[in-house]
């Protein structure tokens, strides 16, 4: 069987059958079984005067049965030997003469062919009809039958399946941690009651020695055992090995379906909630904000143009900036420390600024051989630092390493469940309350992904865009950033848009900020009141004043 692509090879396009041109055909003249295209329909075929009564119909209704009826000679089924002359139009029903006459008088009658045309056409537009929800009834048919894949409903069972027993190994290793724990404690009680019973009962046998001592009546003898017993009078108590004199009780902890996995179904955007974002205020400066960051304390805030060498704590001032104090730094990200500090990535290292000298120095977040590409501030004090060899064009490690406060390394991040690589290059790092990790992984120049870590450092999710928005630009966000309602935000430049992912990585919805005027989006920041702070990028600014700073209050996410 010929497949349909080599059938629509083989068709010659149908031309006029009198101008023989490149004009639309739009008719077909039965009578002389002609393709007409409008302009000889209208000034070339019906001028002939052999074709003016000839039937000519649209090419849509080729195929439609169009057989010449016989209206003269309809019997009536009410009157033998009458036939139907008119078509009552109150009735709707065929009527002859006798039936006029009797039946119809005051009726709305009109021309059996003109009521004939009538229906005709009604039903040509009811096919016309019929024919498109067909094809919405065939685009929804192989939709549910790509849905009715057994391959992908057996993979999904089989990944639910493959969870259930972590879940399930994973809960028994838990329970066995607590019963263990208890036995522990029951163990280190019974050890401190043995203990104490031996001391108790080496008290009892010193009080009955002082006793007999103090009723002693020979002299000689009490001196000569009294030395010893002032000696022995305490009675030190030995360290206990429970620190807690009472048995624990159990409290169940909550179990959330997050916990266990959820089903992911492919973006539908039908349902999207509704996000809204009112300017409050713009703002100029001399250059472009690529990394804005506030500490919590007051109502200032640090902006840098980051790279290009410059940073500045600002405050605002009705709809202008305040310029506290200004720094040449060139800084490739900053996050704030528990003792609100700056911590900044200088390229090479993560270094501590001095907020008010601009001094740098060192800190015990080492990440050697690697250089730091991120930096993030957990919700408990810790950090989150992304980290890659220094040459990017070579193969090597690209990890995230979790720390504490002492720089120690409690974890690093670089391989998904099959051992692969989950990075490219680690480039802005935010975290979501159920502990999900999200990663901005800068893939190439012209394009990124957001790939998603569950709490147990498994690879969740993987986003790269949608259609609607990245069908001709690749996805390519600049920054990301959590939402007070939890849900994460990524600024798409090139797209003017922002989108808005759930804690799980899926997306929710989309915003183009230039329908509000601001094009460019290129970092984010939530101030402590809730407000998002958004900066633009484009052309390498002058020192010429420009709105590149923009507050906003955002809804819905």
């Given amino acids: 069987m010929a497949s349909s692509q080599s059938i629509r090879k083989g068709q010659v396009p149908v031309k006029c059958g009198l101008c023989e041109t490149d004009r639309t055909i739009k008719w077909k003249c039965l009578d002389c079984d002609l393709f007409l295209c409008n302009h000889c329909k209208e000034k070339v075929h019906f001028r002939v005067k052999t074709a003016k009564d000839h039937k000519v119909i649209d090419i849509k209704d080729i195929g439609i049965q169009q057989n010449e009826l016989d209206f ?32 119809h008088k005051k009726h709305i009658l009109t021309e059996i062919q003109e009521e004939y045309d009538v229906k005709i056409d009604r039903l040509k537009k009811g096919l016309s009809k019929i024919q498109t929800d067909r094809k919405e009834i065939v685009s929804r048919n192989e939709q549910l039958v790509q849905l009715s894949s057994a391959k992908k409903y057996n993979q999904a069972n ?18 066995k941690q607590l019963r263990d724990k208890l036995d522990q404690h029951q163990k280190n009680i019974k050890s401190d009651l043995n203990a104490v019973s031996v001391l108790l009962q080496k008290a009892d046998d010193k009080n009955k020695n002082v006793l007999e001592s103090i009723r002693m009546t020979e002299a000689s003898k009490f001196f000569k055992v009294v030395n010893n017993l002032e000696k022995n009078m305490d009675t030190k108590m030995p360290e206990p090995r429970s620190t807690n004199y009472s048995m624990p009780n159990f409290v169940p902890g909550e179990i959330y379906q ?3 996995g959820m089903l992911k179904f492919d973006d539908n955007l039908a349902d999207k909630p509704h996000i809204r974002l009112d300017l409050n205020n713009q703002y100029e400066t001399n250059f472009l904000v690529g990394l804005i960051v506030f500490l919590g304390i007051d109502q200032s805030f640090w902006i840098s143009s980051g790279r290009f060498g410059l940073v500045q704590k600002v405050k605002t001032d009705g709809n202008k900036l305040k310029i506290i104090s200004s720094f040449n730094i060139r800084l490739f990200g900053v996050a704030v420390t528990q003792s609100n500090n700056l911590l900044v990535n200088t390229g090479m290292k993560l270094q501590q600024m001095n907020g008010k000298t601009g001094a740098l120095t060192d800190t015990v977040y ?31 490690k690209r990890v995230v390493i979790l720390m504490n406060q002492n720089g120690v390394h409690e974890r690093v991040y670089e391989h998904d469940q099959h051992q692969l690589p989950m990075f490219k290059y680690p480039y802005k790092i935010t975290t979501t309350s159920n502990g999900n990790i999200f990663v901005l992984d800068r893939i190439n120049d012209n394009e990124n992904r957001i790939v998603v870590l569950g709490q147990g450092g498994d690879l969740i999710n993987t986003y790269t865009g949608i259609i609607q928005i990245n069908k001709d630009q690749p996805f390519a966000p600049e920054d990301i950033v959590t939402t007070p309602r939890d849900n994460v935000i990524a600024a798409d430049m090139r797209t003017h848009s922002l989108h808005i992912l759930n804690n799980a990585g899926l997306l929710m ?33 002058s020192e010429k004043m420009e709105v590149n700073l923009y507050e906003v209050t955002i809804s819905g996410c």
């Fill in 509 to 541: 919805t989309f915003y183009k900020t230039s329908d509000i005027g601001i094009l460019f989006p290129w970092s984010l920041a939530f101030s402590p009141t809730g407000k998002l702070y958004i900066a633009k990028s484009g052309p390498e600014a």
């Fill in 158 to 175: 089989q990944d639910i399946s493959k969870q259930e027993k972590v879940v399930k190994a994973a809960v028994e290793s838990c329970f």
């Fill in 258 to 260: 997050s916990n266990i």
């Fill in 366 to 396: 080492n990440v050697s051989p690697l250089r730091p590409t991120a930096v993030y501030t957990t919700s408990n004090n810790k950090l989150l630092i992304g980290g890659m060899n220094i040459d990017f064009s070579t193969p090597g």
């Fill in 72 to 103: 003269a000679n309809i019997p009536c089924q009410n009157h033998a030997g009458e036939y139907n002359c008119h078509f009552c139009k109150t009735c709707d029903t065929l009527v002859c003469q006798t039936c006029v006459m009797k039946s």
